[in-house]
């Protein structure tokens, strides 16, 4: 290729140089467009999509301008399609009919001529093929006169061809002339185009047989389908732009309609977020009596009946909340006092007989319950009322689950179990309250000795780069469905009938979901009946920073439920979703009683 390019002569091989660089330029500038489009159109789309999902009104009008331009392509399409077949069905009879007096006029002169020389044929043949043509101020038909090739008898003939104008026998379809040359006396049609001037007009050819002078020749008509054509392109045009305004029409009529209806249903939205963001005296405008603005009036008595009602719970839930609070405070002091005495008795308990004896020691340990009872009651009158803060400083978690291990050492020595804590990590700093924390991690860890059946709790801590998590294992009764639903209710139990050996006052788990809050963390609960159950505690490692994993799986690895794993369930009490509850799974199945 190169060995041809140089043979070029000189100006040659510049222009083809020039050429190139201009084509590349050229590609580049479309490529460079291309690229700069392509993020507008991806935006449009987007728009477009985010319209059709967010709007109604969107989606309904541009549904029926889509139905509507559909619907008139369909009958646009068979009105022109009708409209064209009974044009040309019309002008097709009209040809069939003027071909055949023509060519027996043709025949005919043909038959009666006396002419002998060449001259006189000529003229007969001119003559009379003009005179078939109609010539005036418009042509009316054309004519192409064509002997029949491969005649085997013997002839003497002056004129082999002549047609009109520019026509020449190429314009006759191949399929009509074989069909005229191999029929006798009967007449074919074919749709064509031939040339007037400098543009190609579409017609319909019509041929016979004539003979002349012993020689058979091929005549064709051409009749001009062009003004045919103009009136079925106006009247396409005409169907366009009716189509065009009449959609528009409709646009604007879906447009309205819609709004009329969107509209107060979209007011109704907009009023019903301002009610759920508490904001309850909001109301929708009726206006009329139709069936928008029945339903108007029906949502207006609904956000009244709501607010009343709304009104009247958050009254009772103040009133409940202050009682709480007072008679909380209110019995601090007698409580001390009643818990002086009882230690006083519970002191001297050696001096008393068997029945005073126990007595004391009974008195002592339900004062001691009532007392604690009454902190729960006084932290979550705190929590209630929106007092409680968070006093956060940094601190080795792995020490305060330590201590708190160590301090229930005498209830695992009584239930026979073994309480271990995997870590490998020695050291993990965390901001964060550590009174609630330690008070989180006592009620966890005290809560699965009681439910462990003698089995060992195993404690598992690891971090990442935004968070800490402690998982609490046992290997006891595990919880159900029913019971996870409801394990962080105040004051419930798994089995109200269960003895409690370690107290409580049944706001353990409350307490500590509400602390867990208050740290922007994760308290999340597995279980399976039979299995065991684990807490996972997942806290930010400083505060105001999200958690975005935690390190620790919720579902144990050393279970494998029936099924398999993917039956593993969770109870979520975060004020942020956690990401470990964000897949579609079955619901909870994991819950167990607090202890404190």
Do not use: C
Not at 20 to 47: C, D, Y
Not at 337 to 354: K, S
């Amino acid at each position: 290729m190169a060995g041809v390019f140089s043979e070029l002569p000189f100006r040659t091989r510049i222009w083809f140089r020039r050429a190139r660089i201009v084509g590349l330029r050229v590609l580049r500038l479309v490529r460079t467009g291309l690229i700069r489009l392509l993020p507008g159109v991806r935006f449009l789309l987007r728009a477009v999509h985010r319209r059709w999902r967010r709007s109604l009104q969107f989606r309904t009008v541009l549904t029926t301008l889509l139905l509507s331009i559909g619907s008139f392509a369909v009958v646009g399409a068979y009105l022109s399609n009708q409209i064209a077949n009974n044009l040309f069905q019309e002008r097709l009879t009209q040809a069939e009919s003027e071909t055949l007096y023509h060519v027996k006029q043709v025949q005919d002169t043909f038959d009666g001529a006396q002419v002998t020389d060449q001259s006189s044929v000529i003229t007969l043949v001119y003559d009379t093929l003009n005179a078939v043509e109609g010539r005036g101020n418009v042509i009316q038909r054309r004519y192409v006169f064509e002997a029949m090739p491969e005649q085997t008898k013997p002839r003497n003939r002056w004129v082999e061809s002549r047609a009109s104008d520019q026509l020449t026998i190429s314009v006759i379809p191949p399929e009509l002339r074989k069909a005229v040359q191999e029929s006798g006396k009967d007449q074919y049609w074919a749709s064509t185009e031939f040339p007037v001037g400098t543009e190609d007009r579409p017609g319909i050819a019509v041929g016979n047989k004539v003979t002349f002078n012993g020689t058979v020749y091929e005549l064709y008509l051409i009749y001009d389908l062009n003004t045919a054509q103009k009136t079925l392109d106006e009247i396409q045009n005409v169907l366009l732009a009716g189509g065009a305004v009449l959609v528009l029409i409709i646009g604007a009529i879906a447009w309205y309609v819609t709004r009329n209806v969107v509209s107060p249903v979209s007011h109704a939205a907009v009023v019903s977020e301002k009610l759920a963001a508490g904001q309850l005296q909001e109301r929708m405008v009726v206006k009329g009596e139709d069936e928008v603005a029945r339903l108007g009036a029906s949502f207006n008595h609904m956000a009244a009946s709501l607010q009343e009602q709304i009104t009247q719970l958050a009254t009772l839930s103040q009133m409940q909340q202050r009682f709480v609070s007072d008679v909380s405070h209110e019995l601090r002091t007698p409580l001390t006092t009643v818990r002086m005495a009882a230690e006083v008795l519970y002191d001297a308990r050696h001096d008393f007989d068997p029945i005073n004896k126990r007595s004391a020691e009974l008195l002592y340990n339900q004062v001691e319950r009532f007392q604690s009872l009454l902190a729960d009651l006084l932290e979550i009158s705190r929590f209630d009322a929106g007092v409680a803060v968070l006093d956060a400083e940094p601190t080795d978690i792995l020490q305060l689950l330590t201590n708190v291990v160590e301090d229930a050492q005498p209830v695992a020595a009584e239930y026979g179990s073994e309480v271990t804590i995997n870590s490998q990590e020695e050291s993990v700093v965390v901001e964060m309250d550590d009174r609630r924390i330690e008070r989180i991690l006592r009620n966890l860890v005290l809560n699965a000795l009681e439910h462990s059946e003698g089995k060992p709790v195993n404690i598992s801590v690891a971090a990442n780069e935004t968070a800490v998590a402690v998982a609490v294992r046992d290997h006891g009764i595990g919880m159900t469905q029913a019971e996870a639903a409801r394990v962080f209710d105040r004051f419930w139990r798994a089995d109200p009938a269960r003895a409690r050996t370690t107290g409580g006052s049944g706001l353990g788990l409350s307490i500590a979901a509400e602390d867990t809050k208050l740290h922007n963390g994760w308290l999340q609960a597995w279980g399976n009946k039979g299995t065991g159950s684990n807490f996972r505690l997942t806290l930010p490692l400083r505060q105001g920073e999200a958690i975005s994993k935690s390190p620790l799986l919720l579902e144990p690895a050393d279970v494998e439920l029936p099924g398999g794993a993917g039956q593993g369930t969770m109870l979520l009490l975060d004020s942020v979703a956690s990401p470990d509850a964000a897949a579609p799974g079955p619901k909870p199945a994991a819950g167990r009683e607090e202890a404190k």
